[in-house]
Each structure stands twice: as C-alpha cells, then as structure tokens.
C-alpha cells in the first residue's frame, strides 16, 4: 500500500525518539497539472471520488509498482488525496498535541515532496480547507490555486447553529456505536433532505447512500478516539493570523470559495466573511446543498474547480477572477459610495460586537449542553454500578 512515512516532533509527544508516522495516499490519473486533496474531520480519501473522476475520469488508483505512465503529461491532471492522521489507514498518535492544521499541514508538505511535487493545485474540505489554507500560508510558493469547500475560521466558528434539530444529532453521535448508527447520522449531517429523499429508480438516495455509508464504515471502522480527539483538536486551535491572512491573499494565486447554504456544519456566514478577508484574490460559488456540497453538486463544484485550474494556467487577473464587491480602506463598498460615513462605521462596529457577543454566547451554550451531557453520562454509569444484583434462590 502507498505510503508517506513523516517525523512527528518529539518535543511535543514528551518522546525519547521521534515517531514516525504513515500517512496513507491513493494517486488518480497522470499529467503535469497536479492537484491534491485535503479531506475534513473524520473523513477519508474516498470522500473525494465525485471529484477525482470529474477531474481525472479515473475511478481506479495509479498502481505504484506500475512503471512511470507519461502519456498525456502535458494537459492532464494527476490527482492525489489521502487520509489524514487519525482517520482511516494513516497513523492515529495518542497525544492530542499532535493534531493542529499546521503539523497535518506539514504532512500535506511531506506528501508532496515524497510524490516529487514542486506545486500543486490544493483543494480542501471542512476541516481539510483549514488544513490547505495553513499550507498556503506556510508555503505559498508550493501552491497553484487554492480552493475551500465549506469552509470556516477554525475555534468557535466550528459549532454549528444551536438548535434543537442539532443538539439531538450531536447526543447522537456520542452515542453511535455501530456503523448503522453513525450512517443515519452521517446522512442528516452531509446532505439536505431534499436531496435524500430524491427518488433514484426504485429508491430513495437516502437508501442508496445509507447501504453506501454502513459497507465503508464497515470496512474501514469507526473513527479511534484518539483520532476522534485529536482532529477535533486541530478544528478547535485552528486561527489564521491576519499575517497569514495577508501571505494567503498576496501570493498571486486564485482562491476558490465553494460553500452550500444549507450546511448544518460551516456556517456560510463565515465563509464569507473570509472570502472578504481574502480579496482581491477569492471568488466566493453559493451552491443549493448541505456540508457534503461537493457529492451534492459535483457538476457544479468540478466545473467551477476546472475553471480554477483553467484560469490560473492562464494568468488570470485576480481582480477580474473576484466576484466580490472591491473594498476601500478595509471596508467594502457598497453602490456607487465612495467612503463610508460616520453613522455607517458605526453601525459596522455595533455590528462587529454584536456579533462577537454572540459567538461567546454560542461558546457559553454549547459548554453548558457538554457539562450536563456529562453528568447525565456519569449518573447513568453510578446506577449501573450501584444497582443491586439479582441472585438466585439456588446460589444461597
């Protein structure tokens, strides 16, 4: 199997000798366009083959025992996604210091010195879009074009819009044990109920993706706990600094900001407030769909990926590549005005703190649901213990 072995640091996992870590990777098609997919929380290489067949036309791996294949190097596309760390065939550490988007955005650096890859395309999902967007500002020369599906900040801007609907998903998948269960709730969580009740032939998606999700969870097992943690972890630390920001939006390649507006996961108002922290260089596709978008939409998310990859080929102006209003002095404009007024800027900022008050609200709820998720859990296992036990006439 193909595998790229990275050095985790020793400093950190409290080790003697550094560990080395597999990271596992499958290669799709051939060509001198290279594109590498960076996939999210709990998720696996296999999430991306909507787009590896809309990109490449190749359902089956390149064999890597295989001799070198370079017909058609000069215009196809060579394709490459993985599994992260801790999560299906790559290595899970035990520490949970050792998942931040930057250390997995090093093993996507490592990766693509091991396959020889001066530059690629990079594409990322949920969390593999915090993931690309650490390696574009880390190493923006290793980076063609840049595109986030349903994307967010990282830290706070990770939880989801409390509701009743999500609290209930969220006890749930705490207390999934069997891919049965964890495949009922995969489906709410990555597609819109219109979708899911789509008929196909005789069955509903919903059914066709269930049997889908139970055979793949099955075979490749539930999500360790340590890699449960720990890439929740890495959702959790994530930030871009404004000078990250600045590297990210001054390094001269396209950025691609693909979201669904019914994701229950990333909120879309986040990504587009990073689409704005982004211009002139990000251009930002609103798609009817959920947190799975990419399978939900692959026309219209492969499509806008080729147009990404075309334009950059082509030295695409970054400002004629933006659909976004154009700012002025940090501020976008809006109509034909010039500037904005006093009684405007501060409308912004009771805007602004209006809106960090309630991030720190979402934070305080969703503590509040943890802790007493927590003491029901305890009191349940206190119960058990101390339920008296039933014994036998016979055993006296």
Not at 163 to 192: C, G, K
Not at 295 to 305: G, I, P, Q, W, Y
Not at 336 to 350: E, F, I, M, Q
Request: proline share 3%.
């Amino acid at each position: 199997m193909p595998y790229c072995v990275v050095t985790a640091a020793a400093v950190a996992a409290g080790q003697a000798q550094p560990e080395e870590l597999r990271i596992f990777y499958q290669r799709y098609g051939h060509g001198s366009t290279k594109v590498l997919l960076v996939i999210g929380f709990a998720g696996t290489f296999e999430s991306w083959a909507p787009q590896v067949k809309g990109l490449t036309g190749a359902v089956e791996p390149v064999d890597e025992e295989a001799p070198a294949d370079d017909s058609g190097a000069a215009e196809g596309i060579e394709v490459c996604c993985f599994d992260n760390r801790g999560m299906g065939r790559s290595s899970a550490p035990a520490q949970k210091s050792q998942y931040t988007t930057v250390i997995m955005a090093k093993d996507a650096l490592a990766l693509m010195d091991h396959l020889g890859w001066r530059r690629a395309h990079v594409f990322g999902h949920s969390m593999g879009s915090m993931i690309a967007s650490k390696l574009a500002a880390m190493a923006p020369h290793r980076v063609a074009s840049l595109a986030l599906l349903n994307t967010t900040g990282g830290g706070y801007q990770c939880i989801p819009k409390v509701d009743w609907h999500m609290i209930s998903l969220a006890y749930r998948f705490l207390r999934a044990r069997t891919p049965e269960e964890r495949a009922i709730l995969d489906l709410e969580v990555h597609y819109t109920k219109e979708y899911l009740e789509e008929v196909v032939g005789t069955s509903t998606r919903r059914q066709i993706l269930y049997q889908d999700y139970v055979k793949g969870l099955s075979s490749g097992g539930l999500q360790s706990r340590h890699g449960f943690e720990g890439q929740m972890n890495a959702c959790w630390t994530h930030k871009l600094s404004l000078e990250e920001l600045d590297r990210i939006r001054l390094a001269g390649f396209l950025i691609l900001i693909i979201h669904g507006r019914d994701d229950v996961v990333a909120q879309l108002y986040h990504a587009k407030r990073l689409a704005e922290k982004l211009q002139p260089a990000a251009k930002l596709v609103e798609l009817h769909g959920g947190h799975l978008v990419s399978h939900e939409r692959t026309a219209e998310v492969n499509m806008s990926l080729m147009e990404m990859i075309k334009a950059s080929k082509s030295n695409a102006d970054l400002e004629e590549w933006s659909n976004l209003p154009k700012k002025s002095n940090g501020l976008t404009l809006s109509g034909s005005t010039g500037c904005l007024g006093k009684r405007d800027n501060d409308s912004v900022n009771h805007l602004i703190l209006t809106y960090n008050l309630l991030g720190q609200l979402h934070l305080i709820l969703l503590f509040v649901f943890g802790v007493i998720y927590v003491i029901l859990e305890q009191a349940r296992r206190v119960v058990r213990i101390l339920k008296p036990v039933k014994v036998s006439a016979s055993t006296l």
